[in-house]
Each structure stands twice: as structure tokens, then as C-alpha cells.
């Protein structure tokens, strides 16, 4: 059974850092794409960030316009752990961030229902 447990929320004022991490217990991570993403209360839950595997060692990463510059998503697979820095904070970054993982490595990375398995998510709440 796949788990995703992340860690590394927290309460940071506008213009902070926070690393968010994400474990995943799985045999072939490296294959995986890995994404986050974010809900805030009263909204949908929508696409941050994702890390997809494009052959041999190349990984490709691909951002929301909104975290773009801001935020940086990379792996380790010899820990099967996928991370999300995030910089430059604000308010609006404020929500539950969820990591989840895509055995199949879908094109359509930042449709929610492409993912097969979800974390419980980690809270980041961003005060002004």
C-alpha cells in the first residue's frame, strides 16, 4: 500500500520560507511524478507544483504561475522524499498543501484526479 506523509507546515509571516517534504513508501518512486498541491478554505484544491520523470535520469518541473520563482520543487530518490521550498511567502500561499504521487507520469500534471495517491496534508499558514 502507497503512503505520502508529509511534513514541514507551519505558521511563517509574509516574506518567509518554509520546506515542505513528502515520503512516500513506494518501490519505484523514481518513476513517479510527484506533485503539491494547495487548499485554502473555501476554495478548490489547485496545482502547485510538479516533479515527473522524462527518462533515463531527466526530470522536468513545472510550476503554477502563481509560485512561480517563488517556490521549488525537487526530489531525492534514494530517500523516495519529494520537496517543495517555498520562499517569498504571502498571505495568499495560506492553505493545506497536499503531496501526491502519479505512477503514470499523466500529461495532464495539474488535474488532481491524475493522481493515484494523496498525503493528509500539511498546513501553511502565512501571516501579514
Known amino acids: 500500500q502507497v503512503q505520502l506523509v508529509e511534513s514541514g507546515g507551519g505558521l511563517v509571516q509574509a516574506g518567509g520560507s518554509l520546506r515542505l517534504s513528502c515520503a512516500a513508501s513506494v518501490r519505484t518512486f523514481s518513476d513517479y511524478a510527484m506533485g503539491w498541491f494547495r487548499q485554502a478554505p473555501g476554495k478548490e484544491r489547485e496545482f502547485v507544483a510538479v516533479h515527473k520523470w522524462s527518462g533515463g535520469a531527466v526530470y522536468f518541473a513545472y510550476y503554477a504561475d502563481s509560485v512561480k520563482g517563488r517556490f521549488t520543487i525537487s526530489r531525492d530518490n534514494a530517500k523516495s522524499t519529494v520537496f517543495l521550498q517555498m520562499n517569498s511567502l504571502q498571505p495568499e500561499d495560506t492553505a493545506v498543501y497536499y503531496c501526491?504521487?502519479?505512477?503514470?507520469?499523466?500529461?495532464?500534471?495539474?488535474?488532481?484526479?491524475?493522481?493515484?495517491?494523496w498525503g493528509q496534508g500539511t498546513q501553511v499558514t502565512v501571516s501579514s
Open positions: 501526491a504521487g502519479d505512477p503514470d507520469g499523466s500529461r495532464r500534471y495539474a488535474d488532481a484526479n491524475e493522481y493515484d495517491y
